[in-house]
């Protein structure tokens, strides 16, 4: 039974799109283009989104939870059949893989655009997968696929396969349910561990026992076919960049494969679809041996959808996959065959991702205050779901985007998307784009092919901003303290004049830390130190209101803050984002017995001398720092034991101010007063 026999000369005129983000936004694209009509399902909080606001029309069905919303069968064929749907795209993810659903499709007369139900539950078995590729002859790792799940059958398999093996859930994905097992001592603790993963995840014990390479390369090939058996293949994807295997940089064509082994490998996806009756866009993923002669390449899986990545493949070939996807759901022939398909210069995709990858690459969610991408170009693609204002929450992939560069070869095309994310500003929440820009900058990323260990081979220098981190600290210390930006230097400054030096200082929090700047500029030049440690500074200035630093343009963004001494601003530079936060210091925890300065600053009057006795909430001394003045009260009752410092005293933070004699006196209060000047 085929998901597409209903109607299929028909051409479609009504487009429902059962997703969201950047997928919906990109098929509707396509459709418009096509002059199609389309239609949205949405979930609650997406009723707002971009992909709403370019459908021309919008059914929400339901809460923001994708179980009660984007995979309720139910409800997006009611709307299907409410609607007069000709087709249902399901982009990719949610029910795009579900053979259930496009064969519910199909027996209200509705065309799921996606190949055949058959070839859905054909592939969504890694064991009858692996089955099905051994009898079309498509090269296979050394592994066990069986039915037989017993742990000795395994175990068994693993010693006659040789260790390492991999163990992987037989419905599984996205990395879930896959171990690596280096010894047989290890076997059963392991097995033990991905089984209860993959029930947690799919329902399904089952596993496969494979051979585990050690650095392979992921490569993928693009096929397509049509409903009168022509297929072809659109070339190849390398797909080695991953973290918790999964993808984040892709790029068309694969770098560094001869013509002979890129022709081999096309034709295997061929055979592959072939062999399961395929109709429509997949992509079959094979593992790159890396060793030995390096064209060893084995069957890993197949993706019967069309995938997160296809921009790459669309932007070497100069074809639209989505209008492909509807051209063949109408039962026209494939657009083009095998040898009119060219490849044309090289392109690659990273996936912006609201995440920390200092914290191994954990989801983030917030709201994109701030969102720039670079202007325009013919060689770029910026594929989103999202504006400024938009919130990422922990309902959905935690992406922001998709940025797609073309360029005449592989050097071009990675300079280009290295400008593009240097020019790409998003501030409100985590993201990965420092790390990518860290990526692209490696040598042996520009130099050679990546594997797929490059990410935990480079980690540490892929998270290692120190140096950026410290001019951007600067430049915050530097920052106008109004939400204006256009403050220079000499207006901005928050320390004080000795000598004709000027002074600036800053108290930041970033993940954690505490970081006090202290900035110098005179007539022998620029300094700075961080926490105490010098940081060479050559250059201080304003050009159109930004901050350069050593020659380094830094953007200052103004977050929201909450009461008046609760700055929160995100330095951008080329390199680097870093949000900050001011802390209040209205409250601050001192010694028992002594009172400390709580940031650097200038002591600006003393109110009691020793021996003094005092009530709770009386002025002891007032500081000035980033243009504030800060009074020191008595927190309780007591007596005065010394005062360390005199007024016009520079003092850094944690300096001691005043000693107490009564120890009961634990913590001051800070009467922060703002000062105009």
Known sequence: MTAMTTNNNQPIKKLLIANRGEIACRVIRTARTLGIETALISSEPDATSLAAEMADKVFVIGPAAAADSYLRQDKVIEVARQWQADAVHPGYGFLSENADFANALEAAGIRFIGPPSSAMSAMASKSEAKRLMEQAGVPLLKGYHGTDQADSTLSEAADAIGYPVMLKAAAGGGGKGMRIVSSPSDFQSTLDSARREAEKAFGDTTMLVEKYLAAPRHIEVQIFFDQHGQGVYLFDRDCSIQRRHQKVVEEAPAPGLPDRLRNTMGEAALAAGRSIGYVGAGTVEFLLDTAGDGDQFYFMEMNTRLQVEHPVTEMVTGQDLVEWQIRVTEGQPLPCSQEQLQLRGHSLEVRLYAEEPAREFLPATGTLSHLHWPAEQNWLRVE??????????PWYDPMIAKLVVHGDDREQACQRMLEVLQHTRITGLSTNRDFLIKVLEQPAFQQQA??????????????????AKHLALIAATLA????????GLSEAYNGWRLHQQKQWYGHWQYQGETFTVLVESGANGCSARINGQQVPVTTLETIDDTIVVNGVVHDIYQEASYGSHDRRLTVVSPALTLPLHKPDHSVAEHDEQDLTAPMNGRVVAVMVEAGQTVNEGDTLLVLEAMKMEQTIRAPHAGVIADIHHTADSLVEEGALLVSFVDTSLAEA?????????
């Open 669 to 677: 209060s800070l009467d922060n007063t703002a000062e105009d000047g």
């Open 450 to 467: 990546p594997d797929t260990c490059f990410i935990p081979r480079f980690q540490t220098t892929l998270l290692d901003n120190s140096k």
């Open 384 to 393: 989103t779901g999202v504006r400024a204002g938009d919130e990422v929450t």
């Open 480 to 487: 106008p303290q109004s939400h204006s930006r256009h403050a």
